[in-house]
């Protein structure tokens, strides 16, 4: 397998890392039966419950993307805010970042792998080093807003201790046989605010308030079924 090279740029360095598999971790909240109400709230949109809870999707490499726009079909499909874990060539080289789980959610209805599948997986440029911001994990903050005939709507604001910690993230990667060197991990989101929204932009922010940093990414979302 060819590997792809993600560029990051880490502490104002410029960085190339290898990936050769990318995953995203659905249904990761850490609150059981706040978990429970997002499977509710995809139940009411069709999609079936999962066999388990967490739940591991395998994603095309060349789903990753950084160009600020993808395109999509229909006008169902919505991004979600998630933290992003990168593994490098070895265990001094694990990075954290923010990214957008794009998903078709008429597709996901049908099945919830392939809804991933279609969509592109946006990701920021900017990273983070993980143990400068492993020991106050619990305090890092997840914001995302969805363009909306216009205008900029709050779509999520949470901190990351609404999703599974930091080391049952890395216990079930281990569970799944995850091959952890040179992958990239969607590895979970947080609550919406009011429920699924569809929009032509969609903006996400990880907020590091106890180092005073945050890492953003904007995209736009360009229906390419309609001539505009």
Known sequence: MNNILLPLTINNVEMEIKINHVYCIGYAGRNTEKTMEHIIELEKIGVRRPKEIPALYPVRRNSLNQTGEIEVLGSQSSGEAEIVLIFGDNDDEVYITVGSDHTDRSLETIDINQSKQICDKPIAKKAWKLNEVVN?????????????????????????????????????????????????????TVPLLDGFKYGSGFKMVFVDKVREDKIEAVYTITRIDREE
């Open 136 to 188: 106050h994990w619990d305090d890092l903050l997840l914001t995302s807003q969805i363009l909306v005939n216009g205008e900029w709507q709050d779509y999520q604001r949470a901190k990351i201790n609404e999703i599974i910690p930091l080391n049952e993230i890395k216990n079930f990667l281990t569970k799944k046989d995850v091959p952890m060197k040179n992958s990239v991990v969607f590895s979970g």
